[in-house]
């Protein structure tokens, strides 16, 4: 019989603790240095900064990372293009801290290519000025794509913010874009895609772009949350896109139209501002089956809404900036292409508010 039982059990107990003491210690050092590592065992890779094995180039950490991994970079100004092709993370420190900077004789700074699933989020673009087609991204057939956090806000002329073609259930949010020769978001060939909060601003008078966000032979977008101002043509324009959700917007100040649909098909625009455009609020030309309730549209200068050779649309419970009529009527052509003949036609918005909706 031993006779001294407690002393016993706690020489176990004591000796079950160290061991557990020595196996926990090296992994909470491993968490505290992965910072000054190129790689942790989460997969994270490091650029910039002065941690020892860091990389210094960008483009260097993307193509020794694997799929699934994270590239961390470090505040600091970067003078590269990156290519991605495989399945990441691009991460900044600091939207407008992390900057890339390119050759003054321009190009696209970052295309992602066949790859599904990349994020990138939080970097600013400088300097990307050249006479040949540019931009900021440039995507092609890359799925699941997240673009978030990036400024692209250089005073120089560029064709294009995003570009994405053939690139379904993707996301653009969060984006700040400034002086463009086309289209700041111009999304071709795509569907699933969410724009969600960015800010989209040119300036009327010089050379900007022509839309603030573009569809292209797309369906099944949603624009939502978006300020998009002094565009030299539209705010939005869809082209050949169809069952798309255009809701709680601010367009102003745009030269042409604020919306511009065009053989476009079963959308929706809902809830949002137009308002002090040039020429006209909303252009509807040769498109059907599109609804347009509930939204700000007055103060434009052609027409508040006017529409070409476009049946079966419906508009309802707009404001139009007129608070006693009891109904508006909306201007709009039928051309006869055989004839060559154009003739007016009016329809009627038969509940029309009396006062502006809240969009904030």
Known sequence: MDKYPLLSKGLAVGIILLFIGIGIIPAIAQDIDRPSLPTSRDNWLYVGGSGPGNYSKIQDAIDNASDGDTIFVYRGQYYEFLIIEKTITLRGEDQNQTLIDIDPLGGTVIQVINAPNVTIDGFRFLNHFTMFDTG??????????????????????????FRLLSSNHSTITRTFLYYKTESAIDIQNSSDVTISENRIIGSIGYMVYSCGISLRDSQEITITNNTIAKCILYGISLLNSHKSSLVGNSIQNNNASGIYLLQSNNNIILHNEISSNVNKGIFIENSKNNNIFENNIYNNGWERLFFSNAFHNKWNANFWGDVSSEKHYIKGTVHLERFNISFPIWKVDWHPAKEPYDIT
């Open 136 to 161: 900021g991204i440039w995507a092609y057939h890359c799925p699941g794509l997240i673009i978030r956090n990036i400024s692209d806000s250089y005073h120089h002329v560029t064709d294009y913010g």
